[in-house]
């Protein structure tokens, strides 16, 4: 019977940042489970350049100082040219990812099941195979919540007959009218004639894929786009709640990801947290760590509440992004800003429904 130094169960991002940052330069054995094809994931991670992200500068694809958030009536722009915004795609995390000395064993299937026997663990695919290994990194999915709020989007990369794009400058957040939902058009410049257009929506119900395309089609109208060729497209559905399974007590399991907590649930950013996450689970003994701060989380719980019980249409994000500059913005969207900032933060938001908010 073989005992693997570790499983790992979902080869998703923090699946791969295990396999990379933790047992990159061993020759230990691990086994990772995937059950759906991670060949044909390509989505694009995006992150404002962190110190822990500095390592993996040579894997980003584009950056930019500038960002803009507006909607009909307000147009406001940032610059942070020692923090822009970073995008690494799945792709070229993953090829990294998997490039590493220790002995990496791929199995195409799901886990159903794991339990502890002895000092290792059996875990149980559904094709009933059973393996075996003495740590378990476990990213699965965590359970849909009907009354929560999902950030819910969909997004096509296309390309353009003309020079359209400004490509030093992307949309982060541009607000539409709409009845009773929050929506934004995110758009990602990759050069004058290519870019990435999503639509994102904050709501508990997810939509058809009919309806961002729409909202897409008007948003492309509105610009003047009418030619362009759609070349891929990608969707996805963040939890906007602490979804964070529990630290399990045995030691040697670790909830990963999004599972083990890397979301911040007020804006959906994921990707640098998880890989802070696994940095700080390298150099711990412990098998949970705190990736967002005390603070900052209590700040995302009153926020998520206050989205929850009103109808925001946007412009509570542009009162924020006018009384912060580019740098305090940003260091908000990674959890780093500083007592002053968050100061900023709460003062730009609306005081009675945000009391309120507080108690829910
Ligand atoms: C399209 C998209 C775009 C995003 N863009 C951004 C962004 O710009 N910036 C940002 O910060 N965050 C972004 N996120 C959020 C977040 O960074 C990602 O969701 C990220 O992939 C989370 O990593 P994870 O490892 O927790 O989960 P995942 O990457 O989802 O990995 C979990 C893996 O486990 C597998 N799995 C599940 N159950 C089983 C099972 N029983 N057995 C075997 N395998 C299983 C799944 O198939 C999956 O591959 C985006 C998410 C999506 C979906």
């Not at 075996?132 to 699965?140: G, V």
């Not at 050069?191 to 058809?208: M, R, W, Y």
């Not at 006018?322 to 740098?327: Q, S």
Request: some cysteine.
């Amino acid at each position: 019977m073989k005992i693997y130094k570790a499983a790992i169960i979902g080869l998703g991002a923090s699946g791969l940042a295990v396999n990379k940052l933790i047992y990159n330069n061993s020759d230990d054995e691990v086994i990772a489970f995937e059950n759906t094809n991670i060949e044909s994931r390509n989505n694009f991670f995006g992150f404002w350049l962190t110190d822990w992200m500095k390592p993996y500068k040579k894997l980003i694809e584009k950056q930019w100082d500038k960002w803009e958030i507006s909607n009909t009536d307000n147009n406001i722009y940032h610059t942070d040219s020692d923090h822009p915004y970073c995008i690494i795609s799945f792709k070229n995390w993953k090829n990294f990812c998997l490039n590493t000395n220790n002995k990496l064993e791929i199995k195409d299937s799901k886990v159903i099941n794991y339990q502890r026997i002895k000092n290792y663990y059996k875990i149980i695919t559904e094709n009933k195979n059973e393996y075996f290994a003495k740590k378990i990194y476990d990213s699965r999915f965590v359970k849909e919540k009907k009354q929560e709020l999902k950030q819910h989007f969909f997004g096509i990369n296309i390309t353009t007959k003309d020079n359209i794009f400004d490509k030093n400058k992307i949309t982060l957040m541009k607000f539409t009218k709409e009845k009773q939902l929050l929506h934004f058009i995110y758009v990602l410049p990759f050069s004058h004639n290519k870019a990435l257009i999503e639509s994102t929506v904050f709501s508990k119900k997810i939509l058809d894929e009919k309806w961002y395309r729409q909202k897409i089609k008007n948003y492309l109208n509105e610009n003047n786009i009418n030619e362009f060729n759609e070349d891929s497209s990608e969707k996805g559905i963040i939890p906007m709640f602490f979804s964070e399974e529990k630290p399990s007590k045995d030691q040697n399991i670790f909830n990963i990801g999004i599972r083990g907590g890397a979301c911040k649930p007020s804006t959906g950013y994921a990707f640098s947290f998880l890989i802070k996450q696994i940095q700080l689970l390298k150099s711990t003994k412990k098998n949970y760590v705190n990736v967002h701060k005390y603070l900052e989380k209590k700040m995302d719980k009153i926020f998520i509440n206050y989205l929850k019980h009103n109808n925001e249409d946007g412009n509570s994000f542009i009162k924020l992004a006018k009384n912060l500059n580019g740098n305090e913005f940003q260091s908000f969207m990674m959890g780093q800003s500083s007592f002053l900032t968050k100061i900023k933060i709460i003062k730009s938001m609306p005081i009675i429904p945000f009391v309120k908010a507080m108690f829910k």
